[in-house]
Protein backbone atom coordinates (compact mmCIF):
# COMPACT_ATOMS: atom_id res chain seq x y z
CA UNK A 1 0.00 0.00 0.00
CA UNK A 2 1.34 3.41 -0.54
CA UNK A 3 2.52 6.29 1.44
CA UNK A 4 0.41 9.37 1.38
CA UNK A 5 1.96 12.63 0.98
CA UNK A 6 0.45 16.08 2.27
CA UNK A 7 2.33 19.51 2.51
CA UNK A 8 1.34 22.70 3.98
CA UNK A 9 3.45 24.71 1.06
CA UNK A 10 1.02 23.78 -1.76
CA UNK A 11 1.36 21.38 -4.39
CA UNK A 12 3.95 23.24 -6.60
CA UNK A 13 6.13 23.38 -3.42
CA UNK A 14 9.53 22.16 -4.16
CA UNK A 15 10.26 20.42 -0.78
CA UNK A 16 7.29 18.20 -1.59
CA UNK A 17 9.03 17.47 -4.89
CA UNK A 18 12.15 16.43 -3.67
CA UNK A 19 10.30 14.01 -0.85
CA UNK A 20 8.43 12.29 -3.81
CA UNK A 21 11.44 11.71 -6.19
CA UNK A 22 13.16 10.05 -3.13
CA UNK A 23 10.32 7.98 -2.19
CA UNK A 24 9.36 6.86 -5.65
CA UNK A 25 12.44 4.98 -6.15
CA UNK A 26 11.11 2.52 -3.34
CA UNK A 27 7.59 3.02 -2.65
CA UNK A 28 4.30 4.03 -4.12
CA UNK A 29 3.15 7.69 -3.38
CA UNK A 30 0.15 9.24 -3.82
CA UNK A 31 0.48 13.19 -3.08
CA UNK A 32 -2.69 15.21 -2.32
CA UNK A 33 -1.62 18.66 -1.35
CA UNK A 34 -3.36 22.18 -0.92
CA UNK A 35 -3.40 24.09 -4.34
CA UNK A 36 -1.88 27.29 -2.63
CA UNK A 37 0.24 28.08 0.50
CA UNK A 38 -1.50 26.98 3.31
CA UNK A 39 1.67 28.03 6.01
CA UNK A 40 0.34 28.77 10.00
CA UNK A 41 -3.40 27.71 9.05
CA UNK A 42 -3.56 25.58 12.28
CA UNK A 43 -5.66 22.42 12.31
CA UNK A 44 -8.26 24.25 10.20
CA UNK A 45 -10.44 22.22 8.60
CA UNK A 46 -13.42 23.65 6.04
CA UNK A 47 -16.67 23.10 6.92
CA UNK A 48 -18.35 26.50 5.38
CA UNK A 49 -17.36 25.85 1.88
CA UNK A 50 -17.22 22.79 -0.89
CA UNK A 51 -13.69 21.89 -1.48
CA UNK A 52 -12.31 20.76 -4.97
CA UNK A 53 -10.21 18.39 -6.31
CA UNK A 54 -7.93 18.96 -9.38
CA UNK A 55 -5.52 16.59 -11.02
CA UNK A 56 -2.10 18.06 -11.54
CA UNK A 57 0.92 17.04 -13.83
CA UNK A 58 4.75 17.86 -13.97
CA UNK A 59 6.82 16.99 -16.92
CA UNK A 60 3.53 15.59 -18.87
CA UNK A 61 2.79 13.25 -16.64
CA UNK A 62 0.54 13.01 -13.28
CA UNK A 63 1.77 13.98 -10.37
CA UNK A 64 -1.17 14.49 -7.86
CA UNK A 65 -3.73 16.06 -6.38
CA UNK A 66 -4.58 19.76 -5.47
CA UNK A 67 -6.89 20.21 -3.08
CA UNK A 68 -8.66 24.03 -2.73
CA UNK A 69 -8.15 23.20 1.30
CA UNK A 70 -6.32 22.82 4.23
CA UNK A 71 -3.42 20.59 4.82
CA UNK A 72 -6.20 18.71 7.63
CA UNK A 73 -8.85 18.48 4.79
CA UNK A 74 -6.23 16.78 2.14
CA UNK A 75 -6.03 14.14 4.77
CA UNK A 76 -9.46 14.06 4.95
CA UNK A 77 -10.08 13.59 1.19
CA UNK A 78 -6.94 11.56 0.75
CA UNK A 79 -8.42 8.80 2.73
CA UNK A 80 -12.10 9.14 2.31
CA UNK A 81 -12.47 10.04 -1.53
CA UNK A 82 -8.89 9.63 -3.30
CA UNK A 83 -7.11 6.26 -1.91
CA UNK A 84 -9.63 3.21 -2.20
CA UNK A 85 -7.70 2.00 1.20
CA UNK A 86 -6.12 4.17 4.13
CA UNK A 87 -1.98 4.35 2.84
CA UNK A 88 0.36 2.49 5.16
CA UNK A 89 2.46 5.87 6.24
CA UNK A 90 1.50 9.49 5.87
CA UNK A 91 4.79 12.17 5.44
CA UNK A 92 3.44 16.04 5.80
CA UNK A 93 6.62 17.98 4.22
CA UNK A 94 9.16 19.01 3.33
CA UNK A 95 8.78 22.26 5.13
CA UNK A 96 9.74 25.06 4.28
CA UNK A 97 11.15 26.37 7.51
CA UNK A 98 11.92 24.65 10.63
CA UNK A 99 8.65 23.50 13.23
CA UNK A 100 10.07 23.67 16.40
CA UNK A 101 9.07 24.95 19.78
CA UNK A 102 5.81 27.02 19.64
CA UNK A 103 5.47 26.79 15.89
CA UNK A 104 4.08 23.06 16.09
CA UNK A 105 0.93 24.83 17.28
CA UNK A 106 0.21 26.87 14.34
CA UNK A 107 1.76 24.67 11.75
CA UNK A 108 -0.03 23.21 9.08
CA UNK A 109 2.69 20.51 8.14
CA UNK A 110 2.33 19.16 11.87
CA UNK A 111 -1.81 19.43 11.57
CA UNK A 112 -1.45 17.06 8.41
CA UNK A 113 0.12 14.48 10.94
CA UNK A 114 -2.45 15.02 13.50
CA UNK A 115 -5.19 14.30 11.32
CA UNK A 116 -3.67 11.08 10.14
CA UNK A 117 -3.18 9.70 13.67
CA UNK A 118 -6.33 10.23 14.71
CA UNK A 119 -7.24 8.34 11.75
CA UNK A 120 -4.99 5.54 12.60
CA UNK A 121 -2.10 6.05 9.96
CA UNK A 122 1.45 6.29 11.33
CA UNK A 123 2.56 9.71 10.26
CA UNK A 124 5.59 12.06 9.96
CA UNK A 125 6.15 15.33 9.90
CA UNK A 126 9.45 16.57 8.01
CA UNK A 127 10.79 20.20 7.86
CA UNK A 128 14.65 21.89 6.76
CA UNK A 129 15.50 24.33 8.80
CA UNK A 130 16.05 27.25 5.72
CA UNK A 131 13.39 29.42 4.28
CA UNK A 132 15.80 30.32 1.47
CA UNK A 133 14.64 30.03 -2.22
CA UNK A 134 17.12 28.08 -3.22
CA UNK A 135 17.25 25.41 -0.26
CA UNK A 136 18.58 22.23 -0.77
CA UNK A 137 15.59 19.65 0.30
CA UNK A 138 17.50 16.15 -0.32
CA UNK A 139 19.72 15.35 2.97
CA UNK A 140 15.84 16.34 4.39
CA UNK A 141 14.46 13.25 2.05
CA UNK A 142 17.36 10.87 2.73
CA UNK A 143 16.54 11.21 6.42
CA UNK A 144 12.63 11.28 5.71
CA UNK A 145 12.73 8.06 4.23
CA UNK A 146 15.19 6.22 6.78
CA UNK A 147 12.71 7.35 9.54
CA UNK A 148 9.77 5.98 7.19
CA UNK A 149 11.32 2.54 6.64
CA UNK A 150 11.98 2.43 11.09
CA UNK A 151 8.20 3.58 11.30
CA UNK A 152 7.09 1.38 8.85
CA UNK A 153 8.95 -1.72 10.20
CA UNK A 154 8.28 -0.96 13.86
CA UNK A 155 4.99 0.40 13.89
CA UNK A 156 4.16 3.73 16.41
CA UNK A 157 2.04 3.33 19.58
CA UNK A 158 -1.48 5.33 19.33
CA UNK A 159 -2.02 9.09 18.82
CA UNK A 160 1.64 9.59 18.65
CA UNK A 161 3.37 10.63 15.78
CA UNK A 162 7.08 11.99 15.08
CA UNK A 163 7.86 15.78 14.41
CA UNK A 164 11.17 15.49 12.35
CA UNK A 165 13.61 18.80 11.69
CA UNK A 166 16.82 18.44 9.52
CA UNK A 167 19.28 21.37 9.27
CA UNK A 168 20.16 23.24 6.17
CA UNK A 169 23.10 21.26 5.81
CA UNK A 170 24.80 19.17 3.42
CA UNK A 171 24.12 15.03 4.53
CA UNK A 172 27.60 14.92 5.59
CA UNK A 173 27.63 17.90 7.89
CA UNK A 174 24.98 16.21 9.44
CA UNK A 175 25.95 15.08 12.87
CA UNK A 176 23.31 12.26 13.48
CA UNK A 177 19.82 12.04 14.81
CA UNK A 178 18.27 13.34 18.31
CA UNK A 179 15.75 12.23 20.13
CA UNK A 180 14.24 15.52 21.61
CA UNK A 181 11.12 17.30 23.27
CA UNK A 182 9.29 20.41 21.63
CA UNK A 183 10.83 23.59 23.06
CA UNK A 184 8.95 26.04 25.03
CA UNK A 185 9.00 28.95 23.72
CA UNK A 186 6.53 31.77 22.30
CA UNK A 187 6.46 34.08 19.78
CA UNK A 188 6.75 37.94 20.92
CA UNK A 189 4.34 39.32 17.85
CA UNK A 190 4.80 42.84 16.23
CA UNK A 191 1.84 44.47 14.80
CA UNK A 192 2.80 46.96 12.19
CA UNK A 193 0.63 49.66 11.68
CA UNK A 194 -0.33 51.03 8.44
CA UNK A 195 -2.30 53.40 6.26
CA UNK A 196 -4.20 52.08 3.71
CA UNK A 197 -5.05 54.36 0.37
CA UNK A 198 -8.74 54.73 1.19
CA UNK A 199 -6.78 56.87 4.73
CA UNK A 200 -8.31 53.51 7.09
CA UNK A 201 -5.74 51.69 9.54
CA UNK A 202 -5.06 48.05 9.07
CA UNK A 203 -2.13 46.02 11.09
CA UNK A 204 0.30 43.55 9.59
CA UNK A 205 1.73 40.91 12.00
CA UNK A 206 5.16 39.66 12.51
CA UNK A 207 6.58 37.46 15.07
CA UNK A 208 10.12 36.73 16.45
CA UNK A 209 10.37 33.32 18.66
CA UNK A 210 11.45 33.85 22.38
CA UNK A 211 13.15 30.85 23.81
CA UNK A 212 11.53 29.99 27.26
CA UNK A 213 13.97 27.18 28.43
CA UNK A 214 17.82 26.47 27.38
CA UNK A 215 17.68 22.77 27.79
CA UNK A 216 19.51 20.75 25.84
CA UNK A 217 17.15 18.12 25.29
CA UNK A 218 15.50 20.29 23.02
CA UNK A 219 14.07 20.54 19.62
CA UNK A 220 15.52 23.65 18.77
CA UNK A 221 19.01 23.23 20.14
CA UNK A 222 19.49 19.75 18.25
CA UNK A 223 18.68 21.85 14.87
CA UNK A 224 21.40 24.02 16.22
CA UNK A 225 23.97 21.85 17.25
CA UNK A 226 23.44 20.38 13.76
CA UNK A 227 21.49 17.30 14.29
CA UNK A 228 18.07 16.23 12.98
CA UNK A 229 15.40 16.11 15.66
CA UNK A 230 12.71 13.78 16.20
CA UNK A 231 10.39 14.79 18.73
CA UNK A 232 7.27 11.82 19.46
CA UNK A 233 3.64 14.30 19.67
CA UNK A 234 0.93 13.52 20.77
CA UNK A 235 -2.44 14.90 20.23
CA UNK A 236 -4.09 14.10 23.37
CA UNK A 237 -4.07 17.66 25.20
CA UNK A 238 -5.04 16.67 28.83
CA UNK A 239 -2.76 18.14 31.34
CA UNK A 240 -2.98 14.55 33.39
CA UNK A 241 -0.26 16.03 36.33
CA UNK A 242 -2.81 18.69 37.35
CA UNK A 243 -5.62 16.53 37.84
CA UNK A 244 -5.70 15.45 41.26
CA UNK A 245 -4.47 19.47 42.52
CA UNK A 246 -7.95 20.45 40.55
CA UNK A 247 -9.69 17.87 42.11
CA UNK A 248 -9.70 20.05 45.41
CA UNK A 249 -11.02 22.94 43.84
CA UNK A 250 -15.07 22.08 43.69
CA UNK A 251 -15.18 20.29 46.71
CA UNK A 252 -16.91 21.35 49.39
CA UNK B 1 -7.40 44.85 35.57
CA UNK B 2 -9.82 43.11 33.11
CA UNK B 3 -11.35 40.38 31.53
CA UNK B 4 -10.30 40.06 28.02
CA UNK B 5 -13.64 37.75 26.31
CA UNK B 6 -12.62 35.93 22.64
CA UNK B 7 -14.49 33.54 20.78
CA UNK B 8 -14.78 31.50 17.22
CA UNK B 9 -18.69 32.23 16.47
CA UNK B 10 -18.02 36.07 15.97
CA UNK B 11 -18.81 39.23 18.09
CA UNK B 12 -22.56 39.29 17.43
CA UNK B 13 -22.84 35.81 18.94
CA UNK B 14 -25.81 35.58 21.77
CA UNK B 15 -23.22 33.21 23.55
CA UNK B 16 -20.43 36.13 23.71
CA UNK B 17 -23.12 38.76 24.88
CA UNK B 18 -24.42 36.90 27.60
CA UNK B 19 -21.18 35.62 29.19
CA UNK B 20 -19.84 39.37 28.71
CA UNK B 21 -23.77 40.52 30.32
CA UNK B 22 -23.00 38.17 33.49
CA UNK B 23 -18.91 38.99 33.57
CA UNK B 24 -19.67 42.86 33.87
CA UNK B 25 -22.08 42.61 37.12
CA UNK B 26 -18.68 42.37 38.87
CA UNK B 27 -15.72 42.68 36.16
CA UNK B 28 -14.30 44.91 33.92
CA UNK B 29 -14.10 43.45 30.23
CA UNK B 30 -13.08 43.92 27.23
CA UNK B 31 -13.97 42.08 24.12
CA UNK B 32 -11.79 41.29 21.22
CA UNK B 33 -13.94 38.76 18.51
CA UNK B 34 -13.76 37.76 14.97
CA UNK B 35 -16.45 39.83 12.85
CA UNK B 36 -17.56 37.11 11.39
CA UNK B 37 -17.96 33.01 12.62
CA UNK B 38 -14.57 31.45 12.50
CA UNK B 39 -15.32 27.73 13.90
CA UNK B 40 -13.07 24.48 13.28
CA UNK B 41 -10.37 27.58 11.98
CA UNK B 42 -8.02 25.71 14.64
CA UNK B 43 -5.13 27.44 15.65
CA UNK B 44 -4.72 29.10 12.50
CA UNK B 45 -3.21 32.96 12.56
CA UNK B 46 -3.26 35.35 9.70
CA UNK B 47 0.50 36.18 8.32
CA UNK B 48 -0.45 36.83 4.61
CA UNK B 49 -3.10 39.59 4.72
CA UNK B 50 -3.29 42.30 6.96
CA UNK B 51 -5.40 42.31 10.31
CA UNK B 52 -8.51 45.29 10.31
CA UNK B 53 -9.94 46.00 13.88
CA UNK B 54 -13.55 48.17 14.13
CA UNK B 55 -15.61 48.84 17.20
CA UNK B 56 -18.49 47.55 17.38
CA UNK B 57 -22.03 49.32 19.28
CA UNK B 58 -24.93 47.21 20.97
CA UNK B 59 -27.77 49.57 21.84
CA UNK B 60 -25.95 52.37 21.02
CA UNK B 61 -22.75 51.87 23.38
CA UNK B 62 -19.42 50.62 22.60
CA UNK B 63 -19.57 47.01 23.44
CA UNK B 64 -16.46 45.55 21.64
CA UNK B 65 -14.06 45.39 19.17
CA UNK B 66 -14.17 43.27 15.77
CA UNK B 67 -11.18 42.10 14.25
CA UNK B 68 -10.87 40.43 10.43
CA UNK B 69 -9.19 37.28 11.76
CA UNK B 70 -9.03 34.20 13.44
CA UNK B 71 -9.70 33.55 17.32
CA UNK B 72 -5.43 33.44 17.61
CA UNK B 73 -5.30 36.64 15.70
CA UNK B 74 -7.71 38.20 18.34
CA UNK B 75 -5.77 37.35 20.90
CA UNK B 76 -2.92 38.57 19.82
CA UNK B 77 -4.27 41.90 19.04
CA UNK B 78 -5.88 42.14 22.20
CA UNK B 79 -2.72 42.14 23.99
CA UNK B 80 -0.09 43.58 21.74
CA UNK B 81 -2.18 46.46 20.41
CA UNK B 82 -5.91 46.84 21.99
CA UNK B 83 -4.89 46.81 25.86
CA UNK B 84 -2.15 48.55 27.51
CA UNK B 85 -1.80 45.79 29.91
CA UNK B 86 -2.21 42.01 29.56
CA UNK B 87 -5.63 40.96 31.26
CA UNK B 88 -6.08 38.80 34.68
CA UNK B 89 -8.01 36.32 32.76
CA UNK B 90 -8.72 35.09 29.32
CA UNK B 91 -12.51 33.71 28.53
CA UNK B 92 -12.95 32.02 25.33
CA UNK B 93 -16.76 31.72 24.67
CA UNK B 94 -19.59 30.65 25.18
CA UNK B 95 -18.91 28.35 22.30
CA UNK B 96 -22.34 27.12 20.94
CA UNK B 97 -21.97 23.65 20.91
CA UNK B 98 -19.70 21.41 22.93
CA UNK B 99 -15.97 21.28 22.38
CA UNK B 100 -14.97 17.46 23.47
CA UNK B 101 -12.70 14.84 22.38
CA UNK B 102 -11.10 15.05 18.63
CA UNK B 103 -13.11 18.59 18.69
CA UNK B 104 -10.73 20.62 20.87
CA UNK B 105 -7.98 19.95 17.65
CA UNK B 106 -10.46 21.95 15.34
CA UNK B 107 -11.64 24.22 17.71
CA UNK B 108 -11.12 28.05 17.52
CA UNK B 109 -12.69 28.75 20.99
CA UNK B 110 -10.45 26.53 22.44
CA UNK B 111 -7.21 28.09 20.18
CA UNK B 112 -7.79 31.06 21.59
CA UNK B 113 -6.98 29.80 24.94
CA UNK B 114 -3.86 28.18 23.88
CA UNK B 115 -2.91 31.35 22.67
CA UNK B 116 -3.46 32.67 25.98
CA UNK B 117 -1.51 30.28 27.67
CA UNK B 118 1.24 30.82 25.47
CA UNK B 119 1.60 34.81 26.56
CA UNK B 120 1.42 33.57 30.15
CA UNK B 121 -2.51 34.97 30.67
CA UNK B 122 -4.69 32.48 32.89
CA UNK B 123 -7.50 31.00 30.53
CA UNK B 124 -10.56 29.48 30.25
CA UNK B 125 -12.58 28.06 27.15
CA UNK B 126 -15.98 27.84 27.71
CA UNK B 127 -18.55 25.65 25.20
CA UNK B 128 -22.55 25.08 25.78
CA UNK B 129 -23.40 21.76 24.65
CA UNK B 130 -25.94 22.43 21.74
CA UNK B 131 -26.68 24.19 18.17
CA UNK B 132 -30.18 25.12 18.72
CA UNK B 133 -30.74 28.64 17.78
CA UNK B 134 -32.99 29.38 20.97
CA UNK B 135 -30.04 28.16 23.45
CA UNK B 136 -30.02 29.49 27.11
CA UNK B 137 -26.41 30.45 27.77
CA UNK B 138 -26.87 31.69 31.26
CA UNK B 139 -26.17 28.50 33.08
CA UNK B 140 -23.11 28.23 31.36
CA UNK B 141 -22.63 31.97 32.01
CA UNK B 142 -22.59 31.54 35.54
CA UNK B 143 -20.72 28.27 35.75
CA UNK B 144 -18.39 30.45 33.46
CA UNK B 145 -18.03 33.23 36.35
CA UNK B 146 -18.20 30.65 39.26
CA UNK B 147 -14.39 28.72 37.58
CA UNK B 148 -12.93 32.22 36.75
CA UNK B 149 -13.36 33.35 40.45
CA UNK B 150 -11.72 30.33 41.40
CA UNK B 151 -8.96 30.70 38.39
CA UNK B 152 -8.52 34.75 39.95
CA UNK B 153 -8.18 33.70 43.02
CA UNK B 154 -5.98 30.50 43.06
CA UNK B 155 -4.32 30.59 39.66
CA UNK B 156 -2.89 27.96 37.21
CA UNK B 157 -0.10 26.24 36.29
CA UNK B 158 2.53 27.01 33.90
CA UNK B 159 1.08 25.91 30.45
CA UNK B 160 -2.13 24.92 31.82
CA UNK B 161 -5.29 26.28 31.21
CA UNK B 162 -9.18 25.18 31.81
CA UNK B 163 -11.74 23.19 28.99
CA UNK B 164 -15.27 24.39 30.28
CA UNK B 165 -18.05 22.09 28.87
CA UNK B 166 -21.81 22.91 30.17
CA UNK B 167 -24.95 20.69 29.50
CA UNK B 168 -28.10 22.25 27.56
CA UNK B 169 -29.80 22.45 30.73
CA UNK B 170 -31.68 24.61 33.33
CA UNK B 171 -28.94 25.90 35.82
CA UNK B 172 -30.64 23.73 38.62
CA UNK B 173 -31.08 20.47 36.71
CA UNK B 174 -26.96 20.75 36.51
CA UNK B 175 -26.11 17.72 38.43
CA UNK B 176 -22.22 19.58 39.60
CA UNK B 177 -18.74 19.90 38.28
CA UNK B 178 -16.59 16.79 37.10
CA UNK B 179 -13.10 17.56 36.92
CA UNK B 180 -12.29 15.52 33.46
CA UNK B 181 -10.10 14.21 30.74
CA UNK B 182 -10.44 14.79 27.14
CA UNK B 183 -12.00 11.57 25.74
CA UNK B 184 -10.36 9.56 22.61
CA UNK B 185 -13.05 10.32 19.64
CA UNK B 186 -12.42 10.87 15.96
CA UNK B 187 -14.63 12.34 13.24
CA UNK B 188 -15.93 9.42 10.74
CA UNK B 189 -15.93 11.98 8.04
CA UNK B 190 -18.18 12.09 4.97
CA UNK B 191 -17.76 13.89 1.67
CA UNK B 192 -21.12 14.61 -0.02
CA UNK B 193 -20.35 15.02 -3.85
CA UNK B 194 -22.04 17.21 -5.57
CA UNK B 195 -22.02 18.90 -9.24
CA UNK B 196 -21.86 22.91 -9.58
CA UNK B 197 -24.10 24.33 -12.20
CA UNK B 198 -20.86 24.36 -14.43
CA UNK B 199 -21.05 20.69 -14.41
CA UNK B 200 -17.91 20.51 -12.00
CA UNK B 201 -17.44 18.16 -9.35
CA UNK B 202 -17.32 19.43 -5.58
CA UNK B 203 -17.50 17.75 -2.21
CA UNK B 204 -19.05 19.01 1.04
CA UNK B 205 -17.46 17.78 4.17
CA UNK B 206 -19.36 16.99 7.10
CA UNK B 207 -18.42 14.27 10.17
CA UNK B 208 -20.13 12.32 13.21
CA UNK B 209 -17.89 12.03 16.58
CA UNK B 210 -17.10 8.05 17.35
CA UNK B 211 -15.89 7.10 20.50
CA UNK B 212 -13.42 4.76 20.76
CA UNK B 213 -13.59 4.77 24.49
CA UNK B 214 -16.49 5.25 26.76
CA UNK B 215 -14.35 5.95 29.95
CA UNK B 216 -16.61 7.50 32.97
CA UNK B 217 -14.28 9.86 33.56
CA UNK B 218 -13.60 11.83 29.92
CA UNK B 219 -15.52 15.07 29.11
CA UNK B 220 -17.72 13.35 26.83
CA UNK B 221 -19.27 10.82 30.04
CA UNK B 222 -19.31 13.84 32.00
CA UNK B 223 -21.79 16.06 29.70
CA UNK B 224 -23.65 13.38 28.96
CA UNK B 225 -24.36 12.56 32.57
CA UNK B 226 -25.64 16.24 32.92
CA UNK B 227 -22.51 17.11 34.83
CA UNK B 228 -20.35 20.74 33.79
CA UNK B 229 -16.75 19.21 32.61
CA UNK B 230 -13.50 20.90 33.17
CA UNK B 231 -10.32 19.45 31.56
CA UNK B 232 -6.99 20.52 32.58
CA UNK B 233 -5.31 21.36 28.83
CA UNK B 234 -1.44 21.72 28.08
CA UNK B 235 -0.24 23.22 24.68
CA UNK B 236 3.30 21.23 24.85
CA UNK B 237 2.45 18.22 22.40
CA UNK B 238 5.59 16.43 23.75
CA UNK B 239 4.67 12.19 24.02
CA UNK B 240 7.22 12.38 26.68
CA UNK B 241 6.32 8.29 27.14
CA UNK B 242 7.69 7.18 24.12
CA UNK B 243 10.60 9.37 24.31
CA UNK B 244 13.03 6.11 25.84
CA UNK B 245 11.67 4.04 23.17
CA UNK B 246 12.28 5.88 20.52
CA UNK B 247 16.00 6.66 21.45
CA UNK B 248 16.61 3.01 20.89
CA UNK B 249 15.80 3.32 17.42
CA UNK B 250 18.49 4.64 16.13
CA UNK B 251 21.54 3.42 18.22
CA UNK B 252 24.25 1.49 16.59
Same mark, same amino acid.
Given at each position: ??? @??? +???????????? @???????????? &???????????? #????????????????????? !???? =??????? %????? /??????????? &???? +?? !??????????????????????????? &??? =? $????? =????????? &????????? *?? #?????????? +? *? +???????????????????????????? /????????????????? *?? %??????????? $????? %?????? /???????????????????
Amino acid at each position: MPI @LIV +NDDGIYAPGLLT @LAEHLREKYEVV &IVSPDREQSAVG #HAITLAEPLRIYDVNQNGRFF !GYAV =SGTPADC %VKLAT /RVIMKKPPDLL &ISGI +NQ !GANVGASLIYSGTVSAATEATMLLIPS &IAV =S $LDTHR =SDADFKPAA &IFARRIAEK *VL #HTGLPGGVFL +N *V +NVPALPVDSIKGIKITRQATTYFDDFFE /RRIDPQGRTYYWMSGTM *VE %VDRGEDSDLMA $LRQGY %VSITPV /RYDLTARSFISQLKTWFEE
